[in-house]
């Protein structure tokens, strides 16, 4: 059983996560209308994986005698100002997903929940291995010269490719 606290900032999280899906759902589209179809299906793929990080806190939330919340949401930005502009938007936002993880996680300990805790640590090696992909995105875009570079062609190629898992062997 989770206390209310827990719950309720479970729940918050249940709406981070929500919103995350959401943000990088509108970066997906945005980067489709501007022909970027690599950063898209990268994108797309990002979203729906942000949706399973919500679904496993709802899930978890119910099973341990709370109510997992649905959310009412903020509007994510319709327009990106360019690809830099916006993989830095996705490494600061996983930047704060960490920062609210590792809240959460500090207060398990004050409550002494141990099974919320260990249920937590899944999401802290998540979050190590997104901000791990977001700031290698970001180095190949620098690596190209950015948005005036040549290499948009193949950096967009390469993008829709990359993976959590891919993105570590280059940095091993
Ligand atoms: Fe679910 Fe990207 O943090």
Same mark, same amino acid.
């Given at each position: ?8 900032? *479970? ?20 980067? %489709? ?16 994986? %942000? ?55 500090? *207060? ?65």
């Amino acid at each position: 059983m989770i206390s209310k606290q827990v719950e309720a900032e *479970l729940n918050n999280q249940i709406k981070n996560e929500a919103y995350s899906s959401q943000l990088y759902l509108a970066m997906a589209s945005w980067a %489709e209308v501007q022909g970027f179809e690599g950063v898209a299906s990268f994108m797309y793929r990002h979203s729906d994986e %942000e949706r399973t990080h919500m679904l496993k806190l709802v899930k978890f939330v119910n099973e341990r005698g709370g109510q997992a919340i649905v959310p009412a949401l903020d509007a994510p930005p319709t327009q990106f100002e360019g690809l830099e502009a916006l993989f830095e938007m996705l490494l600061n936002h996983e930047v704060e997903i960490t920062n609210n993880i590792n809240e959460l996680v500090h *207060l398990t300990l004050a409550n002494k929940d141990y099974t919320t805790h260990n249920f937590l640590q899944w999401y802290v090696s998540e979050q190590i291995e997104e901000e791990a992909l977001a700031r290698t995105v970001l180095d190949k875009l620098r690596l190209i010269g950015g948005e005036k570079g040549g290499g948009l062609y193949m950096f967009d190629r390469d993008i829709s490719g990359i993976t959590v898992t891919s993105a570590n062997d280059e940095m091993a």
